[in-house]
């Protein structure tokens, strides 16, 4: 929360409460996606603010993370995809089963 004042970008939340990670790091993607590489000045502003924020490693993790964000995004729907129909064949396979029993 600290880091997110410091920032200014937005911690999103889930309707159990719990931060949406991928929602979070995309607001923050959209912000700061504007600050032009050629614009020396704003980058450093901007480095210096999230390391102050994030620390140095930290940084690193969060600018990779932005930065790689649509394979993120892609990646994690992928997995979130496979957990659901892993989840459907499951429960199909326990009605199944229940009926034989």
Known sequence: VKASAEVGFDIIVNDKGQMNIIETIGSMKNKYEGVSSKNYSAIKKL????????????????????????????????????SINSGATMEAYNKITDTTK
């Open 47 to 82: 480095a210096d603010l999230f390391n102050k924020a994030f620390g140095q490693e930290a940084f690193k993790s969060v600018s990779n993370l932005m930065t790689q964000f649509d394979s993120l995004q892609n990646n994690f729907k992928t997995v979130q995809d496979a």
